[in-house]
């Protein structure tokens, strides 16, 4: 990676991190952003306000979770990043929110069902929940990798989302989808019993995403 495009990708973590207050992803400090580099990973430093952040202070982990640069020191979630990025190869971009609908979501343990069909945008008929370990554990970190199992995007019990991308505007993009998915499917369920689509109906709009994609990668049919 030459310096620029590293650089370009280190203002690209500080620019999500940034935009998770203004889109209402987090409130604080909460969660984290990181994108994979030649080495390893860079990841937003712990304690420090986004808005202060520069690129020299991101810190950057090989993928066992050692720190190769950087002064400060790497967000307390630094296993589940590494581990994602250890397995999922196609992954290159992690975005971790507390934000507010999903996190309340996250503590029914329970997953997002197929109540709408953007809820296949996760990878699956539904988006799993991690199981609850205490923040910054091994153990989250094996909980959080079994429910990505298959999925870019999961809840996590009692504590928030992770969501997965091949870029960092891909896994900002599917945060902010997710977030407003358990946002609309707490006001459905407020107003009475959900209904949920078939896993045949979910396939459809899988299948449907696939030519979509295409059809917009190739732009509008001028015929
Ligand atoms: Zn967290």
Known sequence: MTKIKELSLRQQIIDAACAMHIDGLTVANSGNVSARSER??????????????????????????EKLSGQLQASSEWHF?????????????????????????????KPLPAFHYMVALAGGYEIPCADYATFGTEELSHSVLSALKGYKACLMANHGMTVTGANIDGAY????????????????????????LSDKEMQEAADAFVVYGRAVKKGPNKA
């Open 81 to 109: 990043h590494c581990a994602i990025y250890r397995e999922k190869t196609d992954v290159a971009a992690i975005v971790h929110a507390h934000s507010p609908a999903a996190t309340a979501l996250s503590c029914l343990r």
């Open 40 to 65: 390893g990973l860079l990841i937003t430093p712990s304690g420090v306000a986004y808005e202060s952040l520069t690129p020299e202070s991101l810190v950057e982990l090989n993928l066992s979770g």
């Open 173 to 196: 993009k599917l945060a902010l989808e997710v977030e407003s998915l358990c946002e609309m499917y707490h006001k459905a369920a407020v107003l009475g019993d959900v209904v949920l």
